[in-house]
């Protein structure tokens, strides 16, 4: 498979363009960004070419990984799809429901594969979990809490781009909790409850459609030593947590397998745009109730 991809941040430069390169199934074919001497600085460190014109790229290639802010990924990921381009997609899809709907679509529409890189979902132990999860059921709550220290003071680490500082923890770490409580405790029905703490903090409670409720706590802005990633599950099993462990990079090179499989067999990816959608519908509702709150 021919990939292209779009962008040349700190994700790309660091995960997706090395797995690309060595990812034994794909022909790294090119890099488009919006900044063209990123770009060319970028394809030369992977051997492969810069392209000025997106247009262009997406003409010679089969699928397209994007590591772009999510509503600059959505517009680019439906001419991508129009152009009959697969997907490997970032986490939001887009931070407005209508621009997640059309990037749906248009992989619909143009039927290609989708896969959007939920980082949790790709990684081993993580993965195998949840599924045991899912088929156990009888679960009574959940809580998730997924910390970072993105934006601390004068240290604010090499992701603090500008559209978390715009858009907070709510749409950067939230689409990883719902990732893994949605597969396990179903469906969210309504967004409870939504309360704001220090910083970007944001607290959420989650009706879900089997019965379960969930918290989710999320944070770009936690001190250095409160840094976590966690879930905690309580039900007719007892108690269970979440697994650590795994990678980026080798999360990126699973979700890579999993498109190449999805293009080839025409199946619906657990962690398609779909999927991508529904959870741009839970974080906006949550938004909708932080503003309100505000008001």
């Known amino acids: 498979m021919r990939i292209g991809l779009l962008g040349t941040g700190p994700w790309a430069r660091m995960i997706h363009a090395p797995v690309l390169q060595a990812h034994e199934s794909l022909d790294f074919a090119g890099v488009w960004g919006r900044r063209p001497e990123a770009a060319k600085e970028l394809a030369d460190r992977h051997g492969t070419r810069a392209y000025d014109d997106v247009d262009a790229l997406l003409a010679d290639v089969d699928a397209v990984a994007v590591a772009l802010p999510p509503d600059v990924q959505a517009q680019l990921a439906v001419r991508a799809a129009e152009a009959g381009c697969h997907l490997l997609l970032d986490k939001p899809v887009a931070t407005t429901v209508a621009g997640a709907r059309e990037v749906v679509r248009a992989a619909r529409e143009a039927r290609v594969a ?50 978390r500082g715009e858009k907070g923890a709510v749409w950067d770490v939230g689409p990883h909790a719902l990732s893994v409580l949605l597969p396990v405790l179903g469906d969210v029905r309504r967004v409870a409850a939504a309360a704001r703490g220090p910083h970007d903090t944001v607290h959420l409670v989650l009706d879900h459609a089997d019965g379960a409720s969930s918290t989710v706590t999320l944070s770009l802005t936690a001190p250095p030593a409160a840094t976590a990633a966690d879930v905690e599950l309580r039900g007719d099993a007892g108690v269970t947590r979440l697994p650590r462990g795994g990678d980026a990079a080798g999360a990126l090179t699973r979700a890579a397998d999993e498109l190449i499989a999805a293009a080839r067999d025409g199946r619906p990816h657990a962690c398609d745009a779909a999927f991508g959608l529904r959870v741009t519908e839970i974080l906006a509702e949550a938004e909708d109730l932080l503003t309100d709150g505000a008001r």
Not at 116 to 138: D, L
Request: proline share 4%.
């Open 114 to 163: 989708s896969v959007v890189f939920f980082t949790t979902r790709f990684m081993p132990e993580a993965g195998t979990w949840i599924a045991e999860q899912a088929r156990t059921g009888g679960w009574f709550t959940g809580h998730a809490q997924w910390l970072g220290d993105v934006f601390h003071g004068e240290s604010d680490s090499t992701f603090a781009t500008p559209w």
